[in-house]
Nanobody, 126 residues
Framework: QVQLVESGGGLVQAGGSLRLSCAAS????????MGWFRQAPGKEREFVAA????????YYADSVKGRFTISRDNAKSTVYLQMNSLKPEDTAVYYC???????????????????WGQGTQVTVSS
């Protein structure tokens, strides 16, 4: 069983950058694919980015391609989301999620994930 704790959220001006971290506890991290999702007030949770456990393949929502980068450090059991050129519409609570052994485009679907962090707020001012 993996437990997740996000950090790195905050308030930033449009055009700025933030790096979110998600630290995992438990032994299974290297076998887990990891995803980032976000939820803005009054909106449904939406996919942001994911990274596969097996080959490190990455997937991005169209809205963040070219601006966000997901990466993982298995030695530190941590996944990162580097967010550049932030826009006010990126404002949301960002959640880290983990799923054991799943790969491919299934990782864009939040139903696939078994474990979620508590979320971290990202606010982008205009």
């Amino acid at each position: 069983q993996v437990q997740l704790v996000e950090s790195g959220g905050g308030l930033v001006q449009a055009g700025g950058s933030l790096r979110l971290s998600c630290a995992a506890s438990g032994r299974a991290f290297s076998s887990c694919s990891m995803g980032w999702f976000r939820q803005a007030p009054g909106k449904e949770r939406e996919f942001v980015a994911a990274i596969s456990w097996r080959y490190g393949s990455t997937y991005y929502a169209d809205s963040v391609k070219g601006r966000f980068t997901i990466s993982r450090d298995n030695a530190k059991s941590t996944v990162y989301l580097q967010m550049n050129s932030l826009k006010p519409e990126d404002t949301a609570v960002y959640y880290c999620a983990a799923v054991l052994g799943v790969a491919g485009t299934r990782l864009t679907n939040h139903f696939e994930y078994a474990t979620w962090g508590q979320g971290t707020q990202v606010t982008v001012s205009s």
